[in-house]
C-alpha cells in the first residue's frame, strides 16, 4: 500500500493555484490507476503549508535541535514539536508530492521554512567525521510540480542559470537521503491563455506518463 504525502506550498487557495491544481491531478491520477490495477487503496494524507505555512525556526528551535530530548525545556519542547510531526510524516509516507510555485527563480519561503523544519541532524540526517552527512530518508520518492510565470529554465535553455528552484530542492532532500525525484514543470504560465493552457496539458500529459511508469 503506498502512503503518499501530498503538500502544497502555495500561497493562494487551491483554486487559483496552478501549482496545486498539478498536484490534485497528479494525486487523481495515482489513485485511480492503482485502483484500476487492482492493488491496495493509497493512503493520502493532505496538508497545505503555503496558505498555512510553517513558522521560521528561532533560539528556542535551534537550542531545542541540539538538546537531547530528555533535557530539553518545556519551552524547548514547545519550539521542536511541529519539527517532529513534520519529520514524522516523512518517515511514515512512501510518496511525496509536492507543489511548488517559482518565486524570484526560487522557492516561496513557506517551503523554505519547511526545509528549515525537516533538514535536522540526528532525524533526517546522520554526521560522521570522516565521511560526512548520510541521509535517513533513503528509498522515499519524491514528485515536485511547479508554475512558473516564464520558461526557458531547463537543462541548455537561455535561463537555466537562473533556475535556484530545482537544484535547492535537489541538494535539501539529497542531504536527508531523498534522490528519487521527479519534476513537472508547468511553464510559461503568465504569457496568455492559450499559451498557459498548452503548457498545462503537457504537465498533464507527463503527469500521467509518470504514474504509468510508477504504478
Do not use: C
Not at 92 to 108: A, E, K, Q, R, S
Not at 129 to 138: E, Q, T
Request: hydrophobic share 40%; proline share 6%; charged share 20%.
Amino acid at each position: 500500500m503506498t502512503r503518499i504525502l501530498h503538500i502544497d506550498f502555495s500561497p493562494r487557495s487551491v483554486e487559483r493555484s496552478h501549482s496545486s491544481k498539478l498536484t490534485r491531478d497528479f494525486v487523481t491520477t495515482f489513485v485511480e490507476a492503482q485502483r484500476d490495477s487492482g492493488g491496495p487503496e493509497p493512503i493520502v494524507t493532505y496538508r497545505n503549508l503555503g496558505v498555512s505555512p510553517v513558522p521560521l525556526i528561532d533560539e528556542a528551535w535551534i537550542g531545542a535541535a541540539f538538546t537531547a530530548p530528555e533535557a530539553r525545556t518545556s519551552e524547548q519542547q514547545s519550539a521542536i514539536a511541529l519539527s517532529d510531526a513534520l519529520i514524522d510524516d516523512l518517515y511514515t509516507h512512501d510518496l511525496y508530492v509536492f507543489g511548488v510555485p517559482m518565486y524570484n527563480f526560487g522557492v516561496t519561503g513557506s517551503f523554505k521554512a519547511y526545509i528549515d523544519q525537516i533538514v535536522r541532524v540526528g532525524r533526517t540526517f546522520g554526521y560522521d567525521p570522516v565521511s560526512g552527512p548520510m541521509g535517513l530518508l533513503a528509498g522515499k520518492r519524491l514528485i515536485v510540480l511547479t508554475a512558473r510565470g516564464g520558461g526557458g529554465y531547463g537543462p541548455g535553455e537561455p535561463r537555466e542559470a537562473a533556475n535556484l528552484q530545482d537544484p535547492y530542492i535537489r541538494a535539501a532532500f539529497g542531504l536527508v537521503g531523498v534522490t528519487d525525484i521527479t519534476f513537472i514543470h508547468g511553464n510559461n504560465l503568465s504569457l496568455g491563455d492559450a499559451v498557459r493552457e498548452q503548457s498545462l496539458a503537457a504537465a498533464h500529459s507527463q503527469i500521467q506518463e509518470v504514474v504509468t511508469a510508477r504504478v
